[in-house]
């Protein structure tokens, strides 16, 4: 909630810059993602691979956010993006688009709000 | 190490985990923040996006370091509905000029909770206004501040402008079990709005 503000790190751009090789969106299947996309990774982290890369797959192993993602590895989402997108293309993490709201012009599954409504109850 | 869930994609470990998505929205100071930390599983993280990116022109470069980088945040917490169904909360950033620059911010979501401090109902016109214009459904969620006036709802529903079928409820949002009353609300209004959708013409 906190205000637009210039980064306060200096380098960072420079940073994202060589992190992403100087693309600055995604591309393909990684254009539709979401802040509450889940990420899941398919296969292991390989010798050799970007760090970043080998992070994102080390904490996908269990469905993990874009949002949470992007917090735990301190990067803006579309610069997380990027890396996302060569891991998508490269087939090592899946990623599930958050249950939509409306799908075909109706409103949300009844049933789907049933369980979110259980859910919330148990609270 | 233990690789867990790499061998069997679609089993019960990674699972069929989904997530929906809820968006807590209202004025500078309405307590969005306040709700999501409240109601969340986990301490509330932060997600950002910096602005100048919102062309994804693959060939531009994001490495001109001039003065038009602008991050806006998204603060955001989590809760586990059951073991296959995450409901992630999103606070939206204060500033409600940001939000189309967030593409999609609002797309894909359930609904919104705009948040209404009753001290300063003007504060969160734009969130309503924005609601209605893209289209989410939302609950006004009335912030009661210790030392708020207490207003009959029907008088607030005026001078909001909110259509009757708009439910409009009253809570805390520091509170636990009231911000989660506020979320049941949210789905117990979807749910009408889907019934009524679901009724032959």
């Known amino acids: 909630m906190s205000a637009p ?7 960072g751009l420079e940073r994202y810059y060589v992190l992403t090789g100087g693309r600055s969106g995604p591309g393909g299947s990684a254009s539709s993602l979401d802040v509450a996309t889940l990420i899941v990774s398919r296969t292991a982290p390989e010798p050799g691979m970007q760090h970043e890369h080998e992070e ?26 990027v890396l996302l997108a060569d891991l998508l293309e490269a087939g090592r993490v899946e990623a599930r688009d958050p249950i ?6 109706r409103g949300p599954d ?14 | ?21 809820v968006m807590i929205a209202g004025g500078f100071g309405t307590g969005k ?3 999501v930390r409240s109601v969340s599983d986990i301490k509330p993280l932060t997600t950002e996006e910096t602005l100048t990116q ?23 917490g989590k809760i586990g509905i059951n073991e296959q169904l995450v409901l992630y909360l999103f606070g939206t950033p204060g500033q409600e000029r940001f939000w189309f620059l967030w593409n999609g911010l609002f797309k894909g979501a359930l609904g919104a909770v705009v948040l209404v401090d009753t001290r300063r109902l003007a504060s969160s016109f734009r969130a309503i206004e924005e609601m209605e214009r893209q289209n989410v459904p939302f609950v006004i969620a009335l912030n009661v501040f210790p030392d708020s006036q207490q207003h009959p709802i029907e008088e607030i529903r005026d001078a909001l402008d909110i259509s ?15 911000s989660r009353d506020v979320l049941v609300a949210l789905i117990r209004h979807l749910k009408d709005r889907s019934a009524v959708a679901l009724e032959p013409r």
């Open chain 2, 54 to 76: 919102a062309s994804a022109d693959v060939d531009h470069l994001i490495g001109v370091a001039d003065k038009t980088q602008t991050t806006v945040s998204l603060d955001f």
């Open chain 2, 1 to 21: 190490m233990d690789f867990k869930g790499f061998d069997h994609p679609g089993g019960p470990d990674a699972g069929g985990t989904r997530s929906v998505k």
């Open chain 1, 110 to 123: 009844l049933a789907l709000l049933e369980e979110v409504l259980s859910g919330l109850q148990r609270l």
């Open chain 1, 5 to 11: 503000r210039r980064p306060t790190d200096p380098s």
């Open chain 1, 56 to 81: 994102i797959l080390r904490r996908c192993r269990d469905p993990l956010s874009v949002a949470e993602l992007g917090a735990h590895l301190g990067l803006p989402f579309n610069i997380l993006a």
């Open chain 2, 164 to 178: 009757p079928h708009t439910p409009i409820v009253a809570c805390d949002a520091r509170d636990r079990a009231s």
């Open chain 2, 33 to 35: 923040t306040t709700m």
């Open chain 1, 100 to 105: 939509p709201a409306h799908e075909a012009g």
